[in-house]
């Protein structure tokens, strides 16, 4: 924990910092003789007398530094170790004189002095060895192009987070509340002077005594992590551990702050896991339970992102991560809640069994349908509920309504709600009976019109479902009578590598070769050319369509004859 000495802010002077350094030289010599020769309390002396001999040494490194006279970070720091020295000089009086309150409140004393001589020791130190010195005094090589007012902004940034490194409680409030304006006024200026010292100190910060450092710092925290510039930084310097403490038993902002953060930075699998590690994955269900509806929005998607991770599903279920989710989709009141509700059981059904019985025994097959009845259902519901086809009985599915679902997400869906629709198709259509079932819900001309989809994933899962139903008379005339169909079909035998939709598509129109008209269709469209070059390339039934349109093409050749 870092310790917040609230007494320790020095008095401005108007001596110069070479004066401070004489008279903190001056002293050392004094409080070490005092300290010598006081008799009681000796363990706590002993400390004391050790740290005052570190001093020298410490000062002289300080003066040493180039940059030494140029530095108001150096005399604010000359100025606390003179306070220190004068408190030390004080109480080694008062104890040789044993006229002290009581023995405890002076143990507390020199508790507290000690302390603060081990917060002057280190504050020296970095700004001897993190280059703080150096940092905030000159301007970095990047904006030696720069107008005076821009080195001016780059130097008053380092400085403020020189002071998150080193100083007292009421010098680190000021700096981050500046900090926290500059990250709204200009971020990108900040985020070119950062360090990674200066995250380090920003972690440390997280955990200080304080509430308001802590709810201050998050809120940089956050900013930094919603950047997208750090989120490496952040993660290495440990900042989990403290995030999700925040979530625990934070403040409201500090909590919410918190839970952005994690949602940022879950974005990286590795980062996910660690979340997961760390004991992050029970503070964010509870906040999908009981958080305003920000922080349950972010809870929401930070799980979404540690779902992802496959190792880790087992446990988010052992937290009880799929009741929250199906409750969420129920009765979250943000549709991004929802959304990432649905995306959540998706990742979580997508490769483990028992998660997907988990989530069919929860009533999460119901949740998913209910939720794919809004105006433009999204992937996330259509992929979950293709998970869980399996896992229940077609009957069951049937009964709850899947089919007229379906079609509407193939109608009004979104391009990734399509394509999980038409591949729900294609594990449903395991029997007669659910082909005929689909063939007549209406799903043949929409999935034609996928057929002119931009994208190849979209068009093969298309064909692909196609091909399924055509299996069964009914369906192959209602692609017959589609005028779309064979057009649609001809110019997905594009013999080209990249194109995995040729093998339905000749599935698809070998099935409805035997229409006169539809082998008409074929040729005029092109057909017979791609065949041809498809036959070196043994697709299947490519050379038993070629046969067919060629014979017909002979026949109606002679025909005319």
Not at 234 to 254: D, F, H, K, Q
Not at 327 to 344: F, P, Q, T
Request: hydrophobic share 40%; proline share 3%; net charge positive.
């Amino acid at each position: 924990m870092i310790e917040d000495w609230e007494r320790d802010v020095p008095v401005n002077d108007s001596q110069s910092i070479e004066e401070w350094l004489l008279r903190a030289q001056e002293l050392v010599p004094v409080a070490l003789e005092k300290a010598r020769k006081v008799k009681g309390f000796p363990g706590r002396w002993k400390m004391i007398i050790s740290k005052l001999e570190q001093i020298p040494s410490r000062l002289s490194d300080l003066s040493s530094h180039p940059c030494f006279s140029k530095n108001t970070l150096c005399k604010e720091q000359l100025q606390a170790v003179s306070k220190a020295l004068n408190e030390s000089i004080e109480l080694a009086e008062v104890c040789m004189r044993e006229k002290y309150e009581g023995k405890l409140r002076m143990q507390s004393d020199l508790d507290a002095l000690t302390g603060k001589m081990d917060l002057n020791l280190r504050d020296c130190g970095l700004l001897i060895k993190t280059g703080v010195l150096g940092e905030v005094t000159f301007p970095f090589p990047t904006v030696t192009n720069s107008t005076e007012q821009e080195i001016s902004i780059h130097a008053d940034i380092r400085e403020l987070l020189a002071r998150l490194q080193i100083g007292h409680l009421e010098a680190k409030h000021r700096a981050l509340d500046r900090l926290v304006e500059l990250m709204k006024e200009d971020e990108k200026t900040v985020l070119a002077v950062l360090g990674r010292s200066n995250i380090a100190a920003l972690v440390q910060l997280l955990t200080a005594t304080s509430p308001k450092i802590r709810e201050k710092t998050v809120k940089v925290i956050c900013s930094l992590a919603e950047s997208g510039s750090c989120e490496n930084w952040l993660a290495s310097e440990g900042v989990l551990t403290p995030l999700i403490r925040l979530v625990e038993s934070g403040s409201a902002v500090g909590r919410e702050k918190a839970v952005i953060s994690l949602q940022r930075l879950s974005m990286s699998a590795e980062t996910a896991s660690s979340i997961v590690e760390h004991g992050g994955a029970r503070p964010l269900i509870e906040m999908c339970q009981a958080g305003d509806l920000v922080s349950q929005a972010s809870a929401a998607c930070a799980l979404k992102n540690l779902s992802a991770v496959p190792k880790v599903r087992q446990n988010l279920a052992e937290e009880g991560i799929i009741k929250v989710m199906i409750d969420l989709l129920n009765c979250g009141i943000l549709l991004g809640s929802k959304e990432y509700a649905a995306e959540c059981l998706q990742n979580l059904t997508s490769n483990n069994e028992n998660l997907r019985r988990t989530v069919v025994s929860e009533g999460g097959v119901q949740s998913l349908l209910a939720y794919l009845d809004g105006p433009q259902p999204q992937e996330s519901a259509v992929g979950a509920l293709r998970n869980l086809v399996g896992s229940v009985s077609l009957d069951v599915l049937v009964s709850l309504g899947l089919i007229p679902r379906l079609a509407h997400v193939l109608k009004s869906g979104s391009v990734g709600a399509q394509q999980a629709a038409a591949s729900a198709v294609c594990l449903l259509c395991s029997s007669v009976e659910m082909k005929k079932l689909v063939g007549e819900s209406g799903y043949i001309p929409l999935l034609v019109k996928m057929l002119e989809a931009k994208t190849n994933g979209v068009r093969e899962v298309a064909a692909q479902a196609i091909s399924s139903l055509v299996t069964i008379a009914h369906n192959r005339r209602e692609v017959k009578r589609d005028d779309k169909s064979v057009p649609n079909l001809v110019q997905l035998l594009d013999p080209s590598p990249q194109n995995t939709t040729k093998k339905y598509a000749v599935l698809c129109l070998v099935s409805i070769s035997s229409s006169k008209k539809c082998r008409k269709m074929m040729i005029s469209y092109g057909a017979i050319g791609y065949l041809k070059k498809m036959m070196e390339m043994d697709v299947p039934r490519a050379k038993k369509l070629l046969e067919r349109l060629e014979r017909g093409k002979l026949k109606s050749l002679f025909i005319r004859k």
